[in-house]
Structure formats: structure tokens, C-alpha cells
């Protein structure tokens, strides 16, 4: 048993079919100009089509697999997308980026929810005066007892289809989140494997999420319910931050 982001091919697999926030973050790297950094950057499911688009993108991740295999893809289409490895809870930079983003609700695997204001003081320091910060993320789900899920992933291009199932429960008392998911795959040969991977993450209610960003030197400008940019209220379960360095 490994952590699941130890098999970017399955990650890969697993986001094949997100698509919605693509054109929220480069319209909003459009907006707030470049260089552009993005924290948790996977695979470069989000930096790699930015690059492409001519955004001057830096990826960051912790995970030397998942940034290897970044690497890889941007090679195979020629895109200049440079890539470092770091912790996102620990990283500096000169203030010269416009934006930094964090996509995909990555901030809930960070193993404490004080981790995350760790990471939104970095990105203060990262980014330039007036520069923006945009943050995806899941509201906290229901409070207390056990939660299971379900997901599949069918006809990827590898003919792989991924049935997958979550197991988690929920702990309010240090607002983690701790369980397993397991991926049955069968390939384009009919052949059956099966993996299980343990995680444990963090979460945090919107307000505290404001209150941390204001802490970190980070002014909340804005807040969306989706990518398109609809207006967010109390009770959504997806919240689209919007801050700026103060």
C-alpha cells in the first residue's frame, strides 16, 4: 500500500475527465498577467495546457513521480514548462509571480488543516505586490461518522477502465479526514488488478479558510460557486477563492 499519487499513469486515469476548471485559470492568468505559479501541480493536468496557451507557467509538487511524468509530457509536445520539486508548505520565492493557484481541492491533502495557513504565507512571499491568489476548493462535508463512495473512469485512450471506490470518515475534532481508496483497473485485455491506497487529509470551513488568508498577509477579494464564475453563498458545496497580496 502507497500513497496515491506515488502512480501518476493512475492519477492520470483518475482526471482524465476534469475539464470545467481549464478556462477558469487562464482566464484568470490572462487577467492578472504572468509568471504564474501553480502549487500541487500533479501531472500538469492544469500548468501543461497553460504553458501551451503561452502562459509563462511554474510547476511545483512534492512528489518526484508525478513531476517526472509532467516532465515527460511536456517534452512530448515541446512545451517550455519548467518544474521544481518542493513542499508547498515550505517553499520561497522572490515576490515576482502575478498568480498562484491551487486547483483541484489539493490543499485537503495536506496531513493538518495549520498547514494551510503555512502554505498561504509562502504564497504571500511569492507572489508581487498586488499579485492574485486563487484557491479550488470543497466545502467541509458533514461532520462525524463513516463515508463511502464510488467512481469510474471508462474508455480512456489506453482502453483502461478504472472502477474505483473510497472509504473515509471524518474527524472534526483536528478536521482530518482518514480512509482508503481502492482502483480496480482492466485493461484493453480484460486483465483485472486491483490496489489500495491509504490516505489522510485535512479540511477547513470557508470562514476559517478566510481568516487564514487575512493572517498570511492575503486580502479576499472575491468568491465564486464554480468555474464559470457564478456567484458562491453560504451552504455550496464549492467555493473559488479570489485573494490578493495586501
Given amino acids: 500500500m502507497t500513497a496515491p499519487y506515488d502512480d501518476p499513469l493512475l492519477y492520470d486515469l483518475r482526471t482524465a475527465e476534469l475539464r470545467d476548471d481549464l478556462r477558469f485559470f487562464l482566464r ?8 504564474v505559479l501553480e502549487l500541487a501541480c500533479g501531472t500538469g493536468r492544469v500548468a501543461l495546457p497553460l504553458a501551451q496557451q503561452g502562459i509563462r507557467m511554474v510547476g511545483l509538487d512534492l512528489d518526484p513521480a508525478m513531476l517526472a511524468h509532467a516532465l515527460r509530457k511536456a517534452h512530448a509536445t515541446a512545451t517550455d514548462l519548467p518544474l521544481l520539486r518542493a513542499d508547498m ?3 520561497a520565492f522572490a515576490p515576482r509571480f502575478r498568480l498562484v493557484f491551487v486547483a483541484y481541492s489539493s490543499l485537503r491533502d495536506l496531513p493538518a488543516v495549520e498547514d494551510w ?14 499579485g492574485v491568489f486563487l484557491l479550488d476548493d470543497e466545502a467541509p462535508p458533514p461532520a462525524g461518522g463513516a463515508r463511502e463512495g ?3 473512469f471508462p474508455g480512456t485512450a489506453a482502453g483502461t477502465t478504472v472502477d474505483g471506490r473510497v472509504r473515509w470518515e471524518l474527524h472534526p475534532s483536528d478536521q ?4 482508503e481508496m481502492t482502483y480496480e483497473l482492466q ?8 490496489r489500495t491506497y491509504p490516505f489522510r487529509g485535512s479540511y477547513a470551513a470557508p470562514a476559517e479558510i478566510v481568516e487564514m488568508l487575512e493572517r498570511s498577509g492575503l ?7 464554480d468555474p464559470e464564475g457564478n456567484p ?7 467555493t473559488l477563492y479570489r485573494a490578493v497580496r495586501t
Avoid at 486580502?219 to 460557486?225: G, N, P, Y
Fill in 232 to 238: 458562491w453563498r453560504e451552504g455550496i458545496a464549492r
Fill in 176 to 179: 482530518t479526514t482518514r480512509g
Fill in 219 to 225: 486580502r479576499l477579494v472575491d468568491r465564486f460557486a
Fill in 150 to 152: 464510488r467512481f469510474v
Fill in 187 to 194: 485493461g484493453a485485455d480484460g486483465q483485472r488488478k486491483a
Fill in 28 to 35: 484568470e492568468s490572462a487577467r492578472a498577467g504572468d509568471p
Fill in 89 to 91: 508548505r515550505r517553499f
Fill in 117 to 130: 495557513e503555512r502554505c498561504f504565507r509562502c504564497v504571500a512571499g511569492a507572489l508581487a505586490p498586488g
